[in-house]
């Protein structure tokens, strides 16, 4: 495939994914702790009513920072991921009863099947094909209960493409992230470089490349998946969804087709 410079990303690139959450993300990230998820988590379980006695699936987990929360509620929980890393540090802070599994979100290792699906923080539209992120939605599809629901956090377009910030450069211990931002217009993509010093040592690059879609073009994604979307809202407070909106955050159910 090529991209807007008119040069074909190689595998590797198109495979993002599996470098770029080792042991330096939690520190990249640091700001996304079990308390900022914490509301996250309880709001996403109101949206789509979870119950003690279901099971609930984390699609995408990372550290376990929702499961964490969503252990409160009693309920059967698992939580799936490709980063060997992040499901490590998930393992020490998770109770023993909440499953987890190293998994491709494309490829499920479930028969089992959930009630609800969870997908937070921008786990979604990480395949340069269109293919690939819509075998996400129909696994999503295929582990539900007929009529289970799920919640999906994903980035809002329409805001990200007018307030993107080309560079920020953070210091976080250590460590000094230079973070360059920019759309690829044309393979419509938010990518991000990060480049990484340690006591002002280049260390390591990390890329990341998320897929732009509309509401309209996910709901018609997920609908093709069988899966019905029915509210949309902007943000954690439960603003709807608009132009200005922080996040496009989706719930909904299996149904039939
Ligand atoms: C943006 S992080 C969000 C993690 C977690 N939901 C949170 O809010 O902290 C995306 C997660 O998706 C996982 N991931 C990336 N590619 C994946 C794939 N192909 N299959 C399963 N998980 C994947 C990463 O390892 C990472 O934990």
Not at 44 to 62: I, K, T
Not at 173 to 181: K, P, W
Request: proline share 3%; glycine share 6%.
């Amino acid at each position: 495939m090529n991209n807007d410079s008119g040069h074909k990303e190689s595998a590797e690139q198109e495979r993002w994914y599996a470098a770029a959450f080792g042991s330096l993300y939690p520190i990249l990230y640091a700001h996304r702790t079990i308390e900022a998820a914490a509301p996250e988590a309880r709001f996403a379980c109101a949206s789509v009513a979870l119950q003690r006695e279901e099971r609930a699936l984390d699609l995408c987990c990372g550290t376990g920072r929702h499961l964490a929360t969503l252990e409160e509620t009693g309920a059967t929980l698992t939580g799936i991921d490709y980063s060997a890393e992040l499901l490590l540090m998930a393992r020490d802070r998770l109770k023993p009863s909440t499953r987890l599994v190293r998994a491709d979100m494309r490829r499920l290792p479930f028969n089992t099947a959930f009630d609800v699906v969870f997908s937070f923080f921008t786990s979604f539209g990480y395949f340069y094909e269109d293919a690939d992120n819509l075998a996400t939605a129909g696994e999503i599809a295929r582990v539900l209960t007929m009529g289970g629901r799920f919640f999906m956090d994903y980035l809002n377009p329409l805001s990200l493409e007018r307030t993107l910030k080309k560079e920020t450069v953070r210091s976080v211990n250590e460590y000094t992230f230079v973070e360059t931002r920019w759309i690829d217009f044309d393979r419509r993509r938010v990518n991000k470089q990060v480049e990484v010093n340690k006591d002002n040592q280049h260390i390591e690059t990390i890329h990341e490349s998320v897929r732009l879609y509309t509401f309209e073009e996910l709901a018609t994604l997920l609908h093709q998946a069988g899966l019905r979307v029915f509210t949309c809202q902007g943000d954690y407070h439960g603003a709807p969804y608009g132009l200005d909106s922080p996040r496009m955050i989706i719930s909904g159910v299996k149904a039939k087709p």
